[in-house]
């Protein structure tokens, strides 16, 4: 997530891996690797996000524009194999002004076997970068299939140094449910 917009002329990749820790989850480490062209064509590689087990790859065109507050809008198609086989759609949207930015990915996935349920999930955040390294914010995680549904407020801490960030969050933090998910991310922009 964590992704502040920045004018380019090149293409970009980031590499992300999130952790989740204290949940009653099988998913491990969660590999994510994105990559922008200069022309805006965008392409996401991941594992264990849909499911333990599953890897993903989704493409679609990234539209962008403003000045003073830069945004970002990224439809999305894709398709799950592995424990998980399914066919998605997705909506990946940021907006940022200085050290403040507001994003969310957003996926309808669907199975092409009887092994799962259709589901909806989505990511969001609301962050600010503070002194010369620092993040702060919230994020929401929203789950919903055919059995159950989740909705999961947090709060982000992070650091950033040059190309590698730090992020941490702690969703429920006031349940006896809460649970972390702590990440390191690098940004490589051409």
């Known amino acids: 997530m964590l992704a502040l917009l920045s004018a380019r002329a090149?293409?970009?990749?980031?590499?992300?891996?999130y952790h989740y820790l204290g949940q009653q989850t099988e998913a491990g480490i969660i590999p994510?690797?994105?990559?922008e062209t200069k022309h805006n064509w965008y392409t996401e590689v991941r594992y264990n996000y849909e499911e333990k087990g599953t890897c993903s790859v989704f493409s679609g065109y990234s539209f962008r524009g403003g000045r003073e507050w830069e945004w970002r809008v990224t439809p999305l198609g894709g398709f799950s194999a592995g424990r998980f086989n399914g066919l998605s759609a997705g909506l990946n949207a940021?907006?940022?002004?200085?050290?403040?930015?507001?994003?969310?990915?957003n996926q309808y996935s669907v199975p092409v076997d009887k092994k799962g349920s259709a589901f909806v999930y989505s990511w969001s955040e609301v962050?600010?970068?503070i002194?010369?390294?620092g993040l702060l914010g919230v994020s929401v995680q929203y789950f919903r299939?055919?059995?159950?549904?989740?909705?999961?407020?947090?709060?982000l801490a992070g650091?950033?140094?040059k190309r590698i960030t730090f992020p941490a969050y702690v969703f429920e933090p006031f349940s006896s449910s809460r649970y972390?998910?702590?990440g390191v991310n690098y940004e490589l922009k051409k």
Do not use: C, T
């Open 131 to 133: 002194l010369k390294h």
């Open 32 to 35: 994510v690797m994105h990559w």
């Open 159 to 161: 650091i950033r140094l």
């Open 145 to 155: 299939d055919a059995e159950s549904k989740s909705f999961a407020p947090g709060l």
């Open 10 to 17: 090149q293409g970009e990749w980031s590499f992300e891996n």
């Open 127 to 129: 962050g600010i970068e």
């Open 94 to 105: 940021e907006i940022a002004k200085g050290r403040f930015y507001i994003s969310s990915d």
């Open 180 to 182: 972390f998910v702590v």
